[in-house]
């Protein structure tokens, strides 16, 4: 399938539809559990290729990862991760490749993390000077992986710095890895931001939370600095709620459609900060003038093809760090509309402006979408292809990175496609 043209429903979309567990929790359980010594048993987790990669990658290093149904993972190590006998190929799966790339230091031997030709241009250089900072021998002479780590057995204690500006991934990288710091040593990791600046900081706090659900003791002594003891971890079962990026398109297929799709969790439920997407999306096609982007930046492609159809103009502001997502999504998605409509979006620096049109509703203009093989690009322009006659999603897989299942749950709720 290297194509997909939606048609349009002409009817509003209702009924039930789960998204799938959460990729960012699935990934940090099935590390933590891979360092842990025991078995944990992880439910309603993601299968994707995402939590593949990282599955796959435990595996090479001597953790058992069993797949008892479609969405448990049960995960038993020894406490130890083992030097693979090749690299570790983590695609473009970025919370596996930064998480791992601290965790392997903790492993006595050499590993390589690498990636797909799209992880190889997201940058890792700050964490990898982290790591050093830390005597830690680790190299990316790219900046991006591969990155090489010659681990003697254990993180290391001290105080590190690191600039999240680009990631947040890094810091949550440096915190999990942190427990794993010798115990004899009875000296704890300090992780300190240099800058009080950090997009998406509620990642750092889903990562303090799985932490401390397998046993780490971790403390935020203030805003920029967390303290972690060299507890190691603790094999526990552990339950992944829903993703909540990928429940933003099927909010966004609600209020678009005038329907009512019921997703199984209240979107204050959810502790992912791509939840506070939902109030704009309710706002809909009421939007605000301007929305800050920064902590819900993977909801900005849908709340950005939302916006092609609310009744005034977007500025999308504090997305910066999208261009180094699995694309550059900022020029995607500008891209992607101005296909649709020239004139639609423009870029001003790194903010994004969508010229919006109530009136594209019920046109058909058709346009290949570009999906520069993101599935957060492919999955925020079907629901374009919802209002708008044409629409056709190029390398429609892709959408394999986090939610499978995506095309199947658009079908369930009455959606047809042309190949
Ligand atoms: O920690 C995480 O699980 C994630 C952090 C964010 O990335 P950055 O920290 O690189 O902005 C987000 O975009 C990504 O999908 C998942
Ligand atoms: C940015 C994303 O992924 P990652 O950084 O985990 O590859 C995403 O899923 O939108």
Redesign the pocket.
Known sequence: MEKLTILPPGHPLSGHVAPPGS??IT??ALLLAGLAKGTSRLTGALKSDDTRYMAEALRAMGVTVEEPDATTFVVTGSGQLKAPSKPLFLGNA??ATRFLTAAVASVNGTVVVDGDEHMRKRPIGPLVAALKSLGIDAEAPTGCPPVTVKGNGHFAYGRVEIDAG????YV?ALLMAAPLAPQGANAPVTVALTGTEI??RG?VD??LDAMRAFGAKVEQLDNATWRVEPTGYTAVDFHIEPDA?AATYLWGAEVLTGGQIDIGTPARDFTQPDAKAYDVIAAFPHMPAVIDGSQM??AIPTIAVLAAFNETPVRFVGIA?LRV?ECDRIRAVSTGLNNIREGLATEEGDDLIVSSDPALAGQTLPAEIDTFADHRIAMSFALAGLKIGGITILDPKCVGKTYPGYWDALGSLGVAYQQ
Do not use: F, M
């Open positions: 990729k960012s990934n940090r970025g919370t680009l990631s947040s991934q949550s997009g998406a990642y889903l990562t990026s930046q993977d760090n997502k």
